[in-house]
Structures are given as structure tokens and as C-alpha cells.
């Protein structure tokens, strides 16, 4: 398997190492690619991530045999409308976002004759650091990566994001867009606004930057994910309104739990809580291909 060209909408950490992914892999050939930003595309053409840089979206897209969409969610209905015009008729279209039932009503609203191309990928991978500076080869590899195909892809299209990801090391499973977006709520999103929700409580506090002062490794690791992009996870929170706002009042309801054991000074029920979820996250491990999500 090996592609002509490949179309990158957005140049930032994602879309970026996939580029590099696929060209130390030797599967493309050439790359155009297109962002907002001039310094952007300029970066990228510096650093070898793109061979050429497009003015426009349509214009990145236009004769390309694979493209791949890696913008913010927000982003996704108005790209594909741009470009759904320039797609060659047997591309293999993909994007990276972090939610997928809104992506999926996105392409069915815009990409009209070109929806059996549409594969909407999810790479569970990413960095602490953002951008296309930060941006390596190796970012997918024993990373999974999720597809949530439509009942409209095209077997070809399909085989060929199955083959790609596994190519560049990924490990694959598929999902409904539906199951996808409700996992991710439970495992990373509402995790995410939960750690944000801690930090802003702390620092809210007037002791709050003593309190932070003394904070140890276990402050440290249940924060690390507070400082995630503010936009991206915006976008992420925003969109998957319904299932997020699920699982916070399944959180809250865990929350009054252990309130009323420690108002009652009910240590047996209190103990019970901690061992419950103790020998949860104990059996737990980290599946291959899985690594903690980090848009």
C-alpha cells in the first residue's frame, strides 16, 4: 500500500505526525498541506512534515488519493464543506476528532456524493505540548486508534484506514460513532473537566497558592490533565454535551456517597467506597494499544 498524495488540513500535532508517520513508513509519496496560520505552513515545510503548502483547504485536497482532516471538532462541518467538492471520487477521507457522532452528522451534511470516502478515524494518542514543533513519526505507534464507519463507507476506503493505521503502528478497533462518544465521555472527557473542576476549586480558595505549594506526586498525577488546550477541550466538552452531562451525574451521585459515609462518620461505609474503587482500578490495566488521552 502506498499513496500519491497525501492532502493534510490542519498541521498541528496530529495531522503533522501523521504525515511524518506515513513518509518514515514510505506510504506517500508527496504531501500538501493547509493551515490557517502562514507560520504554520511555513514550519512545516521547514521541518519536512509537508513537501508543498496550499492557500486553501480545496486546494491541499485537490488530486489526492488519501486526505486526512485534523482540526479542532468545531471545525470539522465547515472544512468538509470546503473541500467536499475538490475530493477525488475514490479518496480515503479521515479526520482525528476526539468526538464522532457530531462528525458523522457533519459529513452526512456536507460531503453529499463523496460520503462512501468518509472514514472518521480516532488516534487515541497526543502530547502535553501542542503544535507542529512537537510533532513526531512515532506519535501512533502502540497507540490505538478507533474507526467509526458509516453504514455509506466504502469497503475500499475501509480496508485502506484499517491498513494505514496499522501500518504506522496503530492498534484498530471499530466502534458505532455512538458507543465511541459515550466511552469517551466515561474514560476521558468528564475525567478531563474533573480535573479542571479540582484545579479551579483549589485556586479559587484565598489559601488556594499555599495549598498548591504543598502539594505532593499524588496532586500531580490526578492534576497532570488539568493543564490540557483550552480550545480543544472546549470543543470536546461542548459537542458531547449529552453524554458528558450523563456521566457527571453518575459522578455526582458517587460524590454524595462518600459525602454522607464521612457526615455520618460512617468509617465502615467509607472504607467500603475507598476498597470498591481501590480493587477496580487495581484489576485495571492499560490495554495494548491504549495510552491516556491527550488532544
Known amino acids: ?46 521541518l519536512g512534515v509537508i513537501h508543498q503548502a496550499a492557500l486553501t483547504a480545496p486546494e491541499a485536497v485537490q488530486g489526492c488519493d488519501i486526505v486526512l482532516l485534523a482540526v479542532p471538532v468545531s471545525r470539522t462541518a465547515e472544512c468538509l464543506q470546503a473541500i467536499a467538492s475538490a475530493l477525488s471520487p475514490d479518496c480515503l477521507l479521515m479526520d482525528v476528532g476526539s468526538t464522532k457522532t457530531d462528525v458523522v452528522h457533519a459529513a452526512i451534511a456536507h460531503l453529499g456524493e463523496r460520503l462512501p470516502c468518509f472514514v472518521p478515524a480516532h488516534p487515541i494518542a497526543g502530547k502535553a505540548q501542542a503544535g507542529v514543533d512537537h510533532a513526531e513519526a512515532g506519535l501512533y505507534q502502540d497507540r490505538r486508534t478507533i474507526l467509526t464507519p458509516l453504514p455509506d463507507t466504502g469497503a475500499t476506503q475501509l480496508q485502506q484506514a484499517q491498513q494505514v493505521w496499522t501500518a504506522i503502528g496503530s492498534h484498530v478497533s471499530r466502534m458505532s460513532p455512538q458507543d465511541h462518544d459515550a466511552t469517551f465521555a466515561a474514560v476521558s472527557h468528564v475525567p478531563h473537566l474533573l480535573a479542571f473542576a479540582a484545579v479551579n476549586a483549589l485556586s479559587a480558595q484565598s489559601e488556594g497558592a499555599g495549598f498548591l505549594a504543598m502539594a505532593g506526586p499524588g496532586f500531580r498525577d490526578f492534576s497532570r490533565i488539568a493543564a490540557s488546550d483550552p480550545d480543544v477541550w472546549r470543543d470536546i466538552l461542548s459537542v458531547n454535551q449529552t453524554e458528558v452531562l450523563k456521566q457527571t451525574r453518575h459522578f455526582r451521585a458517587a460524590l454524595e456517597d462518600f459525602e454522607k459515609a464521612i457526615q ?32
Open 1 to 46: 500500500m502506498r499513496f500519491k498524495q497525501l492532502g493534510l488540513i490542519g498541521c498541528g500535532l496530529m495531522g503533522a505526525s501523521f504525515a511524518l508517520a506515513l513518509q518514515k513508513h514510505g506510504l506517500v509519496d508527496k504531501v500538501v498541506g493547509f493551515s490557517p496560520s502562514q507560520r504554520t505552513r511555513d514550519r512545516a515545510v521547514q
Open 264 to 295: 455520618n462518620n460512617d468509617s465502615q461505609a467509607l472504607r467500603q467506597l475507598i476498597d470498591q474503587a481501590s480493587q477496580v482500578r487495581s484489576a485495571w490495566t492499560l490495554q495494548t494499544g491504549q495510552t491516556e488521552h491527550e488532544d
